[in-house]
């Protein structure tokens, strides 16, 4: 099984300050690394993807920084605001065993509280 | 907004109860998903669908029967659920099962007494 290693847990931020989550990767053959927004009673959000052909994508106030010789992605929130307060996931995918098919395997989450 | 959507929101059953969930998705995709959200950990995978054909049981007690009737629904059939069951059920769905970013819905929030 793949594993995908977020960090931090937990986040705390003033508002205008530049939350940083971490995912490292073990390996992977597969096409896109995304990172998912929840907040408390939703489903997971797709809230910015990147491929691993790029170093750095960026998407409003969010940016995605990938490293692929580290097996590294990263994602950035510029100019934080007290609604971005949420629980992030990253993601990697990897073929699941005996199907062929590639499945998703996701981060533990980092819980961001940004304060006003 | 999501587009694939979930019904319903919330559930209640007893131990003894049949009840299904529903999941429709209009966006063409051939590739459908199952996961299990319990509070704070990330969504584990159950099922997954390929062109209504199921692909992957990710080893999942049979008290959970999926069912993918057409392209577009997916549902997930409940009966004799234990109350360790309890959890946020999401639907998800992409484009094919290694192509595309996989979209997810609201979620419907199971509890069982």
């Known amino acids: 099984q793949q594993q995908v290693k977020q960090s931090p847990q937990s986040l705390i931020v003033q508002k205008g300050g530049i939350p940083i989550i971490n995912c490292a990767y073990e390996?992977?053959?597969?096409?896109?690394f995304p990172w998912y927004q929840q907040f408390p009673g939703k489903g997971p959000a797709l809230l910015i993807a990147?491929?691993?052909?790029?170093s750095e994508k960026k998407e409003g106030r969010f940016t995605i920084s990938f490293n692929k010789s580290a097996k590294q992605f990263s994602l950035h929130i510029m100019d934080s605001q007290p609604g971005d307060s949420a629980t992030y996931f990253c993601?990697?995918?990897?073929?699941?065993?005996?199907?062929?098919?590639?499945?998703?395997?996701f981060g533990k989450g980092t819980m961001l509280l940004v304060s006003p | 907004d999501t587009e694939v959507t979930q019904t319903p929101k919330h559930l209640v059953m007893g131990m003894t109860n049949k009840k299904s969930l529903k999941c429709e998705q209009h966006m063409g995709h051939r590739a459908m998903y199952w996961y299990k959200q319990k509070a704070k950990k990330p969504p584990e995978l159950m099922f997954v669908?390929?062109?209504?054909?199921?692909?992957i049981n990710e080893s999942v007690p049979s008290r959970f029967s999926p069912e993918c009737p057409n392209s577009s629904l997916l549902n997930l059939h409940l009966h004799a659920l234990q109350p360790e069951d309890s959890a946020l059920y999401l639907c998800?769905?992409?484009?094919?099962?290694?192509?595309?970013?996989?979209?997810f819905g609201e979620g419907s929030r199971l509890t069982v007494l």
């Open positions: 669908y390929s062109y209504e054909k199921l692909s």
């Open positions: 390996n992977t053959a597969f096409d896109y």
């Open positions: 990147i491929r691993p052909d790029v």
């Open positions: 998800a769905s992409r484009t094919g099962t290694n192509t595309g970013e996989l979209f």
């Open positions: 993601a990697a995918p990897w073929p699941h065993m005996n199907s062929g098919y590639s499945t998703l395997t």
